[in-house]
């Protein structure tokens, strides 16, 4: 008689709310839709439902490898020993953890090494001897032998009944040849990233050991998603479609065997013609529908296909009480969250406004050093001109000099026209001659410097301008660091015009001394010291009065 078990292994992932309960042999599956999504997504709401599950086993998070296989492949060995055929397969979800639960890995050894190496434990040397082990793979509908990378077809043997041609039967009297056959063959599956699972394996594969009077095989079969939800498109696609259409073959299958009906669909696809053999008769069967609580779709699924396989009688009695109490739980995760989430918002605002301040103080400071820069440059500038200005007073000293010169010759003339009077005319032309030249020199000369007195006064103009433009600027400047250090270099201005003043009065003081010397020459010469002119001379300058004279009535200056 047929004997199928159908166990649910729940991978353990992290999750905040809890999606999928384990009450002995029963799953519960909370809708996420409902629980999780406000508002609910209209069009989903009649199609996704909360739902719980009776099975044959359940292993929850919790369970380890040791754990699963004790509680399910161990207890066929002595069936397998008495000769009766045992077969054992992964369903489930890409990534659901189907390799895992039969291969594992090498700390964490899965179904296939733990049962082989008891088996072989339990063997006597004549059995062992006898065994031989095959691996394949199906792919896309095609077979491929994994020991010998061969494509190969299955045909139907008069006697034989199915046999896959060319197939590669390793000898395997020992664990050890197993082990080694395993590896290589394990190599050479077809794996895929999918968007679901990086090392997806995308192929049904199966393992038999051939024992004298039966064999164990291990089917690890491909992921069971929906093609859509691996966002595959193409060629995957392709296999998606294939993957489920295998999938539902077998699970018909394995419905029929068990309900005992007259016509098992074996031929609806490869996997089930190759395993015919296997699964019919007196034999044992273990499914084990891996589920991953992150997915709810895939779990909702992978649980409805293992349920139908089964087909036990629906719902236990106690399932609304279950999800209550689910939903309690979520309640106060969902509080707990919420709670959270407002603190770390408060301590988000908070960095961010801290954040935000830093960069103005950042921001006002590199403003604060440029405006201060400016104003020592401008102040820099505002000096040297200042400067260069006052260099340019002494200057003045010559338009001081002109004007007592001419000063000096007005009293020369008043002297002179006083020895005409007493003496002769002679004098007084050629005096008037030589006055004249240097009344007209005196003239230039002050007027020259009246111009650079001018310029000066420009100068200054301009400078006090830009103090004002300077000084505006830094009462309108929001530091108060910057009007000190404007203030700073109005005092250094000051300093510097201090500086020039007393070189000014040097300037002023070196201008009276001279005064004074021409005063003094001047009162020298009044005091009889007269200008005496010898003949020749007077001559001369008469000849170029008479000259310049006749020059001007001509020119009708006269
Ligand atoms: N029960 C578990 N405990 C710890 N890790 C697990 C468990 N189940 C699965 N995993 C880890 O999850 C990942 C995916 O698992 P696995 O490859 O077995 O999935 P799969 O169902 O075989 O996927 P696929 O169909 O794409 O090949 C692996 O890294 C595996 O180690």
Redesign the pocket.
């Known amino acids: 008689m047929h004997n199928i078990t159908v166990a649910i292994?729940v991978?353990?992932v992290q999750q905040t709310f809890k999606t999928i309960i384990v009450n002995g042999s029963t799953v519960t599956l909370l809708d996420p839709e409902l629980e999780f999504n406000n508002p609910v997504d209209i069009l989903k709401k009649n199609r996704i439902k909360d739902a719980s599950y009776e099975f044959d086993l359940v292993f929850d998070?919790q369970?380890d490898?040791k754990e699963v296989y004790e509680k399910s492949a161990e207890p066929l060995l002595d069936d397998l020993i008495s000769g009766q055929n045992v077969t054992i397969f992964?369903y489930?979800?890409?990534?659901?953890?189907?390799?895992?639960?039969m291969m594992g890995?090498q700390n964490?050894q899965g179904i296939i090494p733990r049962a082989l190496n008891d088996l072989f434990v339990r063997l006597s040397k004549e059995q062992a001897a006898q065994a031989s082990l095959t691996f394949l793979e199906i792919y896309n509908e095609t077979i491929r032998d994994l020991l010998t990378g061969k494509l190969l077809d299955l045909r139907e043997d008069g006697n034989k009944g199915l046999v896959v041609v060319n197939l590669f039967k390793a000898p395997v009297p020992t664990l050890n040849d197993i082990n080694q056959y395993i590896k290589y063959g394990n190599s050479r599956r077809a794996?895929e990233p999918?968007g679901?699972?990086e090392?997806?394996?995308?192929s049904h594969t199966v393992l038999q050991l051939m024992l004298k009077q039966c064999t164990f095989t291990f089917v690890?079969?491909?992921?069971s998603e929906r093609a859509s939800q691996t966002t595959n498109k193409g060629q995957r696609m392709v296999e998606g479609a294939m993957i489920n259409r295998s999938l539902l073959v077998l699970g018909n299958c394995i419905k029929a065997l068990f309900s005992k009906e007259q016509f098992v669909p074996f031929r609806g696809s490869k996997l089930t013609r190759l395993l015919k053999d296997a699964l019919q008769g007196n034999s044992k069967t273990v499914m084990i529908a891996?589920v991953?609580p992150n997915n709810y779709e895939d779990s909702f699924n992978t649980l409805l296909y293992a349920h139908r396989t089964r087909n036990i009688d629906p719902t236990p009695n106690n399932f609304q009480e279950m999800i209550v109490q689910l939903r309690e739980e979520n309640e106060d995760i969902k509080k707990t969250l919420k709670k959270q989430n407002s603190q770390s918002k408060m301590q988000l605002q908070i960095e961010q406004q801290f954040k935000e301040q830093q960069r103005q103080e950042k921001m006002e400071k590199q403003q604060q050093q440029q405006q201060i820069q400016q104003i020592q440059q401008q102040s820099i500038q505002q000096q040297q001109a200042e400067k260069q200005a006052y260099d340019e007073e002494p200057n003045q000293i010559n338009y001081f000099k002109a004007i007592c010169i001419r000063i000096r010759v007005n009293q020369i003339i008043v002297q002179v026209r006083g020895c005409f009077d007493a003496n002769s005319s002679r004098h007084y032309v050629q005096f008037q001659q030589k006055t004249e030249d240097l009344i007209t020199k005196c003239t230039d000369s002050i007027n020259n410097t009246e111009n650079e007195q001018f310029e000066i006064a420009m100068k200054y103009k301009t400078i006090l301008q830009q103090r004002r433009k300077i000084y505006d600027q830094c009462m309108q400047s929001q530091f108060q660091s910057v009007k000190d250090e404007f203030r700073k270099q109005v005092q250094n201005i000051e300093k510097m015009k201090g500086l020039q003043s007393e070189k000014r009065e040097e300037v002023m003081k070196k201008f009276k001394e001279l005064e004074i010397e021409h005063l003094k020459k001047i009162s020298n010469q009044k005091n009889g010291n007269q200008p005496q002119i010898d003949e020749e001379t007077l001559k001369e300058i008469k000849k170029n009065r008479l000259q310049s004279l006749n020059k001007q009535i001509k020119d009708g200056k006269l």
């Not at 090392?199 to 995308?202: A, D, F, V």
């Not at 690890?220 to 992921?223: F, H």
């Open positions: 292994r991978k353990p998070q369970a490898q992964a489930g979800a890409t990534g659901s953890g189907k390799t895992h639960t890995s964490q794996k999918t679901a699972n090392n997806s394996t995308r690890d079969l491909a992921g891996n991953a």
